[in-house]
């Protein structure tokens, strides 16, 4: 996939898709934001890949929309389709929620983890945590920026924030748009663990490696999708659905291969079927 502004590669049944503007920490265009999109598209639709890594090349992870952006919109006004617009990466099948500018995430097939290198700031930030797991090095830092530039919480981040963190800590966050260090996202929910800086990518590429090669890809597929599903759900209909999945999955491939290589005491060779 020729690209400008990300790297794209597949290794292990694993893609890594890297932002790549290193000498702007990674700073977002709206180049960046389409080969990133067009990018999962094609990790989502790819039989080969079980999970995808989102990083960013250097030493940040993404500090926000580039400030050229900013300025444009001081100079000449805002423009509608710099701050609305749609992403859908799934077809019609996703719910409405998840086909927006920066939520389609949810509707990756596939799990996406956040690979947080270095400073997530502003759309950097909200980038993040539409990730389904987000790894921090060390060194990373998080901000939402909003307020100290004027600005509001963006593209759905008032919504989601606080699934993810609860409603205090993500005032916290959004209203002092207050910069926190790794150990902190930790102990806020932000982040799902902190590796250290010399061995981060490798902490990172092991566990999803072994969500490529230990687990089911078709378990992976439906489990992700009723999580996000049942942000919408009554606890019944939540019961529901998993009453009318579990019925599918003991019908397929996957689930006799889990019992078998079990009581075989071997590797799995799940197909995600």
Known sequence: MPTQEI???????VATITLNRPDKLNAWTRVMEREVREAMKEAGS?????????????RG????ADISLLNEVVRHGVDETQISGTADVNGD????????RYSYFPAIPKPVIGAINGPAVGLGFVI??????RFASAGARFGTAFARRGLIAEYGIA????RLIGHAHSLDLLLSARVIDAPEALRMGVVNQVFADETFMDSVYAYAGELATGVSPRSMRVIKR??????????EEAVETSTVEMKASLQCEDFKEGVAHFMEKRAPAFTGR
């Open 7 to 13: 790297l794209y590669n597949v290794a292990g049944r």
């Open 46 to 58: 790819d039989n080969n890949v079980r999970a995808i890594v989102l990083t960013g090349a250097g």
């Open 61 to 64: 992870f993404c500090a926000g």
């Open 93 to 100: 099948t996703a719910r409405a929620d998840f086909r927006q």
């Open 128 to 133: 993040a945590m539409f990730c389904d797991l």
């Open 159 to 162: 919504w989601l924030l606080p």
């Open 226 to 235: 009723q999580v996000y599903d049942a942000m919408f759900q009554s606890l």
